[in-house]
């Protein structure tokens, strides 16, 4: 929008005088466009009031102009760009020692949801293996750079190795091979 913006005298009395008082011009422009004014227009005459009272021109009487809009740079960065899928298609994946069932998927981003990647024992045999390792959980220290425990988190965590045992070696195979990755690409 671009062009003058024109008010009745009693609008930019009340502009003014609730700018004055410390009313945000946000809160201004939302009561006028409570009132059907085009947010455009809005906010071109809060702005030219608040600008006017805080360099101590003179106030606008009955109208202000509107700049035309800046017109918007060349993007700076490109578009993005998807890479192709890893997980194979069809409603279930082979994983190494079991097929995984597909429960959903969404192509753009991919996006996959899976059911039976590992079964209630494995999820019991992985919580007692666990168990004893437990500690505190950590955040990063800003000016050490060091995980520390702190008195705001609640919760306990570990961290298998890669490959650990033959069990966590299972694990970290299957979810590979759903995954469509080396095992040295994983975490512990």
């Known amino acids: 929008m671009s062009g003058v913006v024109r008010f009745a005298p009693v609008l930019g009395t009340w502009i003014q005088q609730n700018l ?29 009031f608040a600008r006017a009272l805080l360099s101590g021109a003179p106030l606008p009487v009955d109208s202000v102009e509107v700049p035309a809009p800046a017109q918007p740079a060349e993007a700076a960065t490109p578009e993005f ?12 994946i082979e994983a190494g020692d079991r097929l995984v069932r597909v429960a959903a998927r969404a192509q753009r981003p991919m996006l996959a949801v899976f059911n039976n990647v590992r079964d209630a024992a ?5 919580i007692e293996m666990a168990r004893g390792r437990l500690r505190p959980s950590t955040v990063v220290d800003p000016k050490t750079g060091r995980d520390v425990p702190v008195d705001w ?6 961290f298998f190795r890669p490959l650990e045992n033959p069990f966590i070696e299972r694990l970290d195979r299957r979810i590979a091979a759903l995954m469509n990755l080396p095992v040295t690409h994983g975490e512990g």
């Open 81 to 92: 760009t998807y890479q192709t899928p890893r997980l194979a298609q069809g409603t279930a």
């Open 122 to 126: 494995e999820c019991e045999e992985l």
């Open 20 to 48: 004055r008082r410390g009313e945000a011009p946000a809160a201004l422009v939302a009561a006028m466009r409570e009132q059907a004014m085009p947010p455009d227009a809005a906010r071109a005459v809060v702005d030219a």
């Open 153 to 158: 988190r609640a919760s306990q965590g570990m």
